[in-house]
């Protein structure tokens, strides 16, 4: 009776996907822990955090692809919704507008077109598979750029800028020509002068910091010098585990969410680096798997789209952290601090699950 159970309970969850975030989620502990000041209260809401996230996934994991096909709209609207409503509503906090009250708690809708923007996609593409033309990804490139707009004047360009990207991997799956994506490509770049006056000045001083943290080490490039002084000082083996001298010191800002990798990076140096990326590498190799045998397109377009989105994720967080892009408040996937975000990748995660074991039902 109870091995029938725990069949019924974990039929729909893939295992080495399982086993690759557990390790993920239990490293993120760890070094919350240590980044935290030895906080059990951080360490513990971070629990709560996982357990509510893990409660997605496999909810979402044992809904059949078809279903979630259902949802892409009603998400998309309510998105959309939500966005309009942090417009007009939305609390004001260091002067960005992007959380919105709902009684008994507050959200963040950006994080609500991560997933809402590719589903909605991959619906309109799966919807016109057999008569696609060109108007079709201009209608896609409508529906990623409504929202990105609404997020970009909150202002998150870190969020308007994941959801771009989950926009046009789904655009790209879909069939979108390479001679579209260069002449994009080409427009982007000619456009760059007109949207370096659309930033505001915070923006723009973030991509000066980019090519020169020394101008202001003490305001707009302090992150960044502490955030290298402390990945280098690692070494190769780090200075193990409670002993990092930026994040216990408190040079080392937003040490809990966007910066928590430096913290790993002091602590445990190259060779845990490599651990970490190894283990970031398989996750994204395994989603690629499950793309390349997804059995409809929507299934190939979402699952491509959650496997590349939590790669840029991962590329933009560390080298934000690292010096090679701007900061823009990219959390760490499944290592940093949140609730929000987490609960975002593991819904990610358990679309990934229901494709692959759905199908793996329907071939059995």
């Not at 906090?93 to 589903?119: D, Y």
């Not at 909150?154 to 260069?182: E, I």
């Not at 970490?276 to 994204?284: G, P, W």
């Amino acid at each position: 009776m109870i091995n029938r159970l725990i069949v019924l309970l974990t039929r729909h969850l893939d295992p080495f996907l399982l086993a690759v975030v557990g390790m993920l989620l239990s490293i993120g502990l760890v070094v919350l822990f240590s980044a935290s000041g030895e906080s059990f209260g951080r360490v513990g809401g971070q629990l709560i955090n996982i357990a509510v996230a893990a409660a997605v996934l496999w909810a979402i994991a044992n809904v059949a692809p078809q279903h979630l096909l259902r949802l892409a709209l009603p998400v998309y609207i309510l998105g959309l919704v939500l966005l309009i409503g942090v417009a007009l509503f939305g609390e004001v906090s260091n002067g960005a507008r992007r959380w919105l009250h709902l009684g008994v708690t507050r959200i963040q809708p950006s994080e609500i077109m991560k997933i809402g923007v590719p589903l909605m996609l991959a619906w309109y593409f799966d919807r016109y598979e057999a008569i696609l033309k060109f108007r079709d990804f201009i209608v896609g490139g409508v529906l990623v750029a409504v929202p990105v707009l609404l997020i970009a004047r909150q202002p998150d360009l870190g969020t308007a800028l994941l959801v771009t990207a989950a926009g046009f991997y789904v655009l790209f799956l879909a069939g979108l020509s390479w001679k579209v994506m260069v002449a994009l490509g080409v427009a982007a770049a000619a456009s760059m002068p007109l949207l370096w006056g659309m930033l505001h000045d915070y923006q723009r001083q973030r991509v000066r910091t980019l090519l020169d943290p020394s101008q202001d080490p003490l305001g707009t490039g302090y992150h960044t010098i502490q955030s290298t002084i402390a990945m280098g000082s690692g070494g190769v083996f780090g200075k193990g585990w409670l002993n990092g001298t930026q994040a216990r010191l408190d040079f080392l800002p937003e040490r809990t969410t966007d910066f928590v990798f430096a913290v790993y990076a002091e602590e445990f140096g190259l060779f845990g680096n490599l651990i970490l990326l190894t283990l970031f590498l398989l996750l994204i190799g395994r989603g690629l798997y499950i793309t390349g045998n997804a059995s409809t397109l929507f299934s190939r377009l979402m699952a491509g789209a959650v496997t590349m989105t939590f790669f840029t994720y991962a590329f933009v967080n560390m080298g934000m952290v690292s010096g090679i892009l701007p900061v823009v408040g990219v959390p760490l996937p499944l290592i940093s601090y949140g609730g929000t975000s987490l609960v975002t990748i593991l819904f990610g995660i358990g679309i990934l699950m229901s494709i692959h074991t759905h199908k793996r039902l329907v071939q059995q």
